[in-house]
C-alpha cells in the first residue's frame, strides 16, 4: 500500500470517529434537556412500595368538611394542595423552616408540611383561599397589595395566615409583635419592612 493510500484510509478513520462522537454528544445533550427520553434502566426504576396504610379522613377545611381515603403518611400540605387542590399553600422546604405552608390550625399558626394529615381531624384548618368572603379580599390581603409586601409571592400566603393568626387574638399588635409572629415565615425577596407596614394597616381596618 502507498502512503498515500495510507493518509487517505487515516483520514477517513478519523472522520469516522469525529463523526460517531458527535452523533454521541448530540444524542447526550438532547437526553439531558429533555428533548429525548433516555429509557430508565432496571435498577433505576423506583420499587413498588408495599404495606401502605390507607385510612378514610375527614378534614374541615375553610368551613367545609372533605371525605378522603388517604395514606396515613401523607403531609396536610400534600393533602391541601393534591387531593383538594387548594394550591395556595404552599411547600418551600418540605422540613419546616421557610414557612410557605403555615394554615391555621384552632387559632395557631402551624407549618402543614410537619403535620399528618389524619393527625388534624375534627380540627378547623383555615387556608389562605378561606380568607375572601364574596369576591370581597380579606384586609390584610388588600393591605399586602397596597403596601407592595410581596415580590415574587411564593411566601406571601403563610405571611398572611401567620399574621391572621396574629390579628385574630391581637387587633392592635405593636410592630415587635407583629415582627415575632412572622419570624418563621422567610421571605427570600427581603420585603420584610413592607410586610410588616401591611400587617399594621391591616390591624387599622380590622
Not at 66 to 77: M, N, P
Not at 148 to 172: E, F, H, R, V
Not at 186 to 202: D, M, P
Amino acid at each position: 500500500m502507498s502512503s498515500n493510500d495510507e493518509k487517505e484510509k487515516l483520514r477517513i478513520s478519523r472522520r469516522a470517529f469525529l463523526r460517531t462522537m458527535g452523533i454521541g454528544a448530540a444524542a447526550s445533550t438532547a437526553v439531558a434537556t429533555g428533548v429525548l427520553q433516555a429509557p430508565l434502566a432496571e435498577s433505576a426504576v423506583p420499587p413498588k412500595v408495599e404495606g401502605l396504610d390507607y385510612v378514610p379522613v375527614e378534614l374541615k377545611v375553610n368551613g367545609r368538611r372533605y371525605a378522603l381515603t388517604i395514606e396515613t403518611r401523607r403531609s396536610l400540605a400534600d393533602v391541601l394542595r393534591t387531593e383538594l387542590e387548594l394550591t395556595g399553600t404552599k411547600i418551600g422546604c418540605n422540613q419546616g423552616e421557610c414557612g410557605a405552608c403555615t394554615v391555621i390550625i384552632d387559632g395557631r399558626a402551624m407549618y402543614s408540611c410537619l403535620l399528618l394529615a389524619v393527625n388534624v381531624q375534627g380540627k378547623n384548618i383555615e387556608t389562605i383561599e378561606g380568607l375572601s368572603r364574596g369576591g370581597r379580599l380579606h384586609p390584610l390581603q388588600s393591605a399586602f397589595i397596597e403596601k407592595d409586601a410581596y415580590q415574587c409571592g411564593w411566601c406571601t400566603p403563610g405571611q398572611i395566615m401567620a399574621s391572621k393568626a396574629l390579628l385574630d387574638k391581637n387587633k392592635n399588635p405593636t410592630l415587635a409583635e407583629v415582627k415575632t409572629a412572622v419570624s418563621g415565615n422567610i421571605c427570600r425577596c427581603a420585603a420584610y419592612n413592607h410586610i410588616f407596614e401591611a400587617v399594621l394597616a391591616a390591624a387599622k381596618k380590622l
